[in-house]
Structures are given as structure tokens and as C-alpha cells.
């Protein structure tokens, strides 16, 4: 036979305590409630939050403080303990620490464990509305839990070989959050708001010298303020411009090259129309004149239903892409011509020569000043000035496709959250989110589960 306290322990999992006493109850709602009270053993009764050490008693309070522990068959169950401060020799005068809880939680190590599984791997509605609490709760629980299973953030800047660095928004109003990430492991190493030089360089200040000699290959898009930092703290390193972002650089430029077709097509469309009306009602020259219209509306809305069709590879394209393919080619050849150019540094890329990339890069490049487009021409010079850079990625194999998923897992976090007032509980998500921590959950013993 099993005593009730030690069956009510169990249930609340609140080891290292003695129970004085327990009720039943019912709230306004008509919700069950176990209310449980206890105090820990004298072991563990008068420590310091913060360090863990015995101290004095500083004074006692003469109310007791509650703990929201995790429900047990749908009740709810509630601990209650007698509370006293204590005056620690090196933090001061603080709140006696519980086994139980997390200093400054109201709420039990397990109940915060739930908490941040849940919310990692659902909606912020669904987490808050099953463990009946508020949002914002969750969060705190969050940064709580990544406190308290990972709390020296430093030791992942162990072994940095291949790093990635990226930025992602979070919000509207060009917020961001710069995330490294470790190439080898497929983690994050490191995240700050905001994208800058200013930024970055705390990262760089945190690692030791050796660590930063360590570091042989820093992938990410073009920007600057990436550049800087690396000249500044890691020189030695290769730095990598992946396919992806030069790729995209040519989507960008081939895009605005369609709009600028799509405008000149659809201004001659409007201008046949005006002349259309006012024809002077010859029935030969009007048929002409809407043969002309119906042929310039047909190649207008061709040129502006083309998006997916020019930014396709040609072996991917449908039956029907094809053919509007086809039609631009014979309509419309400069479009078809920033097509060829797109694919063309496209197939560069692929190249696994270093030299063979370089001479193909050459090509793209005269092409590109001669094509007598203005966007492609400036594309042309900005890949010139990375084009070291890119080579670098042909020779190292290094792609940034491993930080694109990172950031498309945070925009998950973000969505399911529905945005985030406090930053720090993003920062907190995408730490354990995107790592290789497991989440301790109660009665699993002592495994816990990884982040989906």
C-alpha cells in the first residue's frame, strides 16, 4: 500500500519535500482544485536562489506562497509553502530558493518544462488554453527553462569551424534578428536583434582569439556590414557568397527587367485603344487596328503573367510555360535575353571548377555589359565584386541553404506565436528551437524530447 502522501509527491513530482496537509476545493469555475501544502526538507530549506548556498534567515514571512504545479487527471493542483528570505554573503538579500520551482516562478520546474515543449511545437492558443494561463505566461516560462537547461551560452562557440550568418525579420518595420549559425552541427550558435556591424561584432568580442582562428569559412549573403566584421576579427577566413543569393540577385534584377516590359506593353496596349476610338470608322482600318490591340492586350498579359515562367529552370518548366516561353522569345526579346543571361550565371554556379566557374563568370560578365540592359549590367558589376567571394563557395562547397531553413524555422516560431512584444522570448525560442537540446519532461527517466 502506497501512503497518500507519497502518491500525492508523485503526482505533483515535488521530491525533497515533506506534505503537512492537502484539500480538495472548487474555483468560481467549478474547476477541481488539490490544493497541497508542504515545505522542503531542511536539506534544502534556507539556500540562496542564485548560488545554492545555506545562508542565514534575513526574516519570515507570515503568508504562505503558491506554486501552479502541472494538472493531474484534470485537476488542478496548487502547492502551498511557508516563505523567508535569506542574506547571502555574495548576492544580498533574497527569496529562500525552493527544489520545487525556479526562483521567481510561480509556477513548478515541470509546469515551465510543459509549458516551453508545448509552445514550441503548437500555438500560443492552444498551450495557453490548455494549461489554463496566460500567453505571456508561457513565455516567461520559456526563458526560464533555456536559463535553466542551457545556462552558459558560450560553450556552443566550442568547435566553430563553418559558420553561417544571416538576418530574418521578425516584425513589420525592418525588424531584425541576426542569427549564426554552425554549419557542422546545423544549430544556432548565437542571435541579437537588429542587423549591423554593431551587431555582429558582439559576436566576434565574445569568442576567445583561439576561437577565432578556429574559423575557416563564413558563408551569407552580400552585405556589408558581414564584410567589415570579418576583415575586422577574422581576416584568415574564406568568405562565401552562396549560389542561392546570386541566383536570387538575378531573379531580382530579371523581375524589374519584366516589369519595365510589362509597362512598355501595356502603355502601347492603352495607346491602340485611344487610337482605336478615335478611328475615322473605315472598316479595314478599324479590323487592323483591332488585330493590333488584341495582340498587344495578348502579349501585355503574357509578359505579366511570366513570373514563375522565367524564374524556372527550363528542365522544370510545364507544357504550357513553354509555350509562353516561346512567345517571349518572339515578342519580346529583350526580356527573353535577361532570361538567357539569368540562366547562364545560373549554370555558372553549378560549376565544380574553380577555374572553369571563373572563365564562365568572365563570359557572363561581357555578356552582361553588352546585353544593353541596364539592370543586368549593374548585376554584372556587383557580381565582379564578389567575385571572390563566390569562387570561394565553388571551391569550399559551403551553402547557406542549412541558415535559409533556420530562418524559415523561426518565421514558424514567429507565426505560431503570433508575434512577439518581448524579443528576449524569440531570442529564447530559436536558442532551444533550433539546437540539439532536449526538453526534460517529467516521469521520462531523466530523457527529455527534442524541439520538432
Not at 566584421?229 to 552562396?242: G, L, N, Q, S, T
Not at 512598355?264 to 487610337?275: C, F, G, M, V, W
Not at 488585330?291 to 501585355?300: D, I, M, P, Q, V
Not at 563570359?363 to 540592359?373: L, V
Amino acid at each position: 500500500m502506497v501512503s497518500a502522501s507519497t502518491l500525492l509527491k508523485k503526482f505533483a513530482n515535488v521530491n525533497h519535500s515533506v506534505i503537512d496537509s492537502y484539500e480538495f476545493t472548487q474555483n468560481v469555475n467549478g474547476e477541481d482544485i488539490l490544493k497541497i501544502n508542504l515545505h522542503p526538507y531542511k536539506t534544502y530549506a534556507n539556500r540562496c536562489p542564485v548560488c545554492g548556498c545555506r545562508c542565514k534567515v534575513y526574516d519570515r514571512s507570515k503568508c504562505t506562497r503558491m506554486w501552479r504545479a502541472l494538472d493531474c487527471g484534470g485537476v488542478i493542483i496548487e502547492l502551498y509553502s511557508p516563505t523567508c528570505r535569506v542574506d547571502c554573503p555574495e548576492h544580498g538579500v533574497k527569496t529562500a530558493s525552493v527544489p520545487w520551482a525556479f526562483h521567481d516562478s510561480g509556477f513548478t520546474k515541470d509546469f515551465d518544462m510543459m509549458a516551453t515543449f508545448l509552445a514550441m511545437n503548437i500555438n500560443r492558443s492552444v498551450t495557453a488554453e490548455f494549461l489554463r494561463c496566460d500567453w505571456h505566461t508561457v513565455m516567461r516560462c520559456i526563458s526560464r527553462a533555456r536559463a535553466y537547461i542551457e545556462p552558459d551560452l558560450k560553450k556552443r562557440y566550442a568547435g566553430l569551424v563553418n559558420i553561417g550568418i544571416d538576418e530574418t525579420s521578425y516584425r513589420k518595420g525592418h525588424s531584425y534578428v541576426t542569427v549564426v549559425v554552425n554549419h557542422d552541427t546545423n544549430t544556432v550558435v548565437w542571435c541579437a536583434p537588429g542587423h549591423s556591424t554593431e551587431v555582429l561584432s558582439r559576436f566576434f568580442e565574445e569568442l576567445t582569439q583561439e576561437q577565432r582562428l578556429n574559423i575557416k569559412c563564413v558563408s551569407g549573403d552580400g552585405a556589408k556590414w558581414i564584410d567589415a566584421c570579418i576583415e575586422k576579427y577574422i581576416p584568415h577566413a574564406w568568405r562565401c557568397v552562396d549560389s542561392f543569393h546570386v541566383v536570387t540577385w538575378a531573379m531580382e534584377a530579371l523581375n524589374e527587367l519584366r516589369k519595365e516590359s510589362w509597362r512598355d506593353a501595356y502603355s502601347n496596349q492603352k495607346k491602340l485603344t485611344l487610337e482605336l476610338k478615335r478611328g475615322n470608322g473605315r472598316p479595314g482600318k478599324q479590323d487592323k487596328a483591332s488585330l493590333k490591340l488584341s495582340e498587344a492586350k495578348t502579349k501585355a498579359t503574357e509578359i505579366k503573367n511570366s513570373t514563375y515562367t522565367l524564374g524556372k529552370a527550363p528542365e522544370n518548366l510545364t507544357p504550357n510555360q513553354i509555350e509562353r516561353l516561346e512567345m517571349i522569345a518572339k515578342t519580346n526579346p529583350k526580356l527573353f535575353r535577361g532570361y538567357t543571361l539569368k540562366e547562364h550565371l545560373r549554370m555558372a554556379l553549378k560549376m565544380s571548377s574553380r577555374d572553369e566557374a571563373k572563365a564562365e563568370l568572365s563570359t557572363f560578365f561581357w555578356k552582361a555589359t553588352h546585353s544593353r540592359i541596364s539592370v543586368f549590367k549593374e548585376l554584372a558589376y556587383k557580381i565582379r565584386r564578389h567575385e571572390e567571394h563566390i569562387l570561394n563557395t565553388i571551391d569550399s562547397k559551403l551553402s547557406n541553404a542549412r541558415v535559409e531553413s533556420i530562418n524559415n524555422k523561426i518565421k514558424l516560431f514567429i507565426r505560431k506565436a503570433y508575434g512577439f512584444k518581448n524579443i528576449q522570448n524569440l531570442l529564447d525560442m530559436i536558442l532551444l528551437g533550433c539546437s540539439n537540446i532536449l526538453i526534460p519532461l517529467p516521469n521520462r527517466g531523466g530523457l527529455g524530447l527534442k524541439v520538432a
